[in-house]
């Protein structure tokens, strides 16, 4: 993701999520999900004082942050919308270039570069709500280091990686959502602002319900949005109840990406990952839907995995059931073999499956409930 040609790219350095208990928060990921402690820090400063761990697998590095004062904006955050992403943290060679840039194209500054210890970090709105971007250049000679911030110390020796280690590689994509009638106003942000493109379009339509979806991608293609916003003309449906519950837009969903989702399911299964049903009704469909490629009918049904396909290949996903207290934050596990898009097909798929298996039946995924 390039803001002009003079900055360099804007590559995901880390996801932060703002919680009342970051011990638990990293146990979560920790215990059931194969990530690392790998760095921790403690804050104190004229924004509060705050405790944070970093965690990392593959190429993802999650930062879990408790607030330990009520003047910290985790506080707040966790206060208006329980535990969940507060920020999805941009690395950039030149921290103050890319900054000035953005805020030329109109991006909403939050906290100007600041530098420390070498690092150069400063602070943008994100496209939807409260979520922010924090812009971190590292300092010289440490651009590939896993400390995720200035102010954090590398654990001393982090616990080892058990045995099933899921494999999850990178992320894969960020699901949000926002109100009514703001889909256009957040993708435009990032297409004006950071260059993105837009990959994915559509209007689904399900019974009653519908809503409004837009992808767009960074140019360096390690950062796509699908935005989600319900349609004025339909229910608001599970979009509009994650609304309510999370108090306004945000993060929907992170999706983890591995190389085999087959092997990665069973590990997290074994880890105690709690994932939504598929009812057999999708798999009888499925058959007649498409042939699977990378994996056979029987395994996906075994593991309860959902497949599609577009001009480019196949995919395979899986969500977990929430265990937000609010309902809401949840994850994907994904795997793609050519496939560009996020699974659109499945939306009707498995609309299709619940009502010839069990109208009342609750699907929570990416685009239905």
Do not use: C
Request: charged share 20%.
């Amino acid at each position: 993701m390039a803001v002009n040609a003079t900055t360099g790219p804007l590559l995901v350095s880390h996801v932060e999520l703002y919680t009342a208990d970051a011990d638990a928060a990293a146990a979560v990921f920790a215990d059931g999900y194969g990530f690392q402690i790998h760095a921790t820090a403690e804050r104190h400063g004229p924004g509060g004082a705050s405790r944070s761990l970093a965690l990392r697998q593959g190429g993802i590095v999650l930062v879990v942050t408790e607030a330990l004062d009520g003047t910290h904006p985790a506080a707040g955050f966790v206060g208006r919308h329980g535990d969940g992403v507060a920020d999805i943290a941009l690395r950039t060679p030149d921290t103050r270039a890319a900054f000035t840039a953005a805020v030329a194209r109109s991006a909403t500054a939050l906290a100007g570069p600041e530098e420390r210890d070498g690092w150069v970090t400063a602070v943008l709105a994100a496209g939807f709500d409260d979520v922010r971007h924090t812009l971190v250049q590292r300092p010289a000679g440490h651009e590939d280091a896993a400390l995720p911030l200035p102010g954090f110390e590398p654990v001393a020796e982090p616990a080892p990686a058990s045995t099933g280690t899921p494999g999850l590689t990178v992320l894969d994509h960020v699901a949000v959502s926002v109100p009514m009638g703001e889909l256009a106003e957040s993708t435009g942000y990032y297409e004006r602002i950071f260059g993105f493109a837009s990959v994915y379009e559509e209007l689904m339509v399900q019974g009653t319900e519908a809503m409004d979806s837009k992808a767009v991608r960074s140019p360096a293609g390690d950062l796509t949005f699908t935005v989600l916003a319900p349609s004025p003309d339909h229910d608001a449906g599970h979009i509009g109840d994650f609304l309510e519950r999370h108090g306004g837009g945000g993060v929907h969903h992170l999706a983890f990406a591995t190389d085999d989702i087959v092997q990665a399911v069973a590990r997290l299964d074994d880890r105690g990952v709690d994932f939504l049903h598929t009812p057999d009704t999708y798999y009888e469909l499925l058959e007649k839907r498409l042939e699977p490629g990378r994996h056979t009918l029987a395994e996906l049904r075994g593991s309860r995995i959902l497949a599609d396909e577009d001009h480019a290949g196949q995919l395979f996903q899986i969500f977990t059931r929430t265990v937000h207290p609010r309902r809401t934050l949840f994850y994907e596990i994904i795997e793609r073999s050519g496939a560009d898009t996020f699974g659109g097909g499945n939306v009707r798929a498995l609309y299709e499956a619940v009502q010839a298996d069990k109208p009342d039946h609750e699907v929570v995924g990416e685009t239905v409930r």
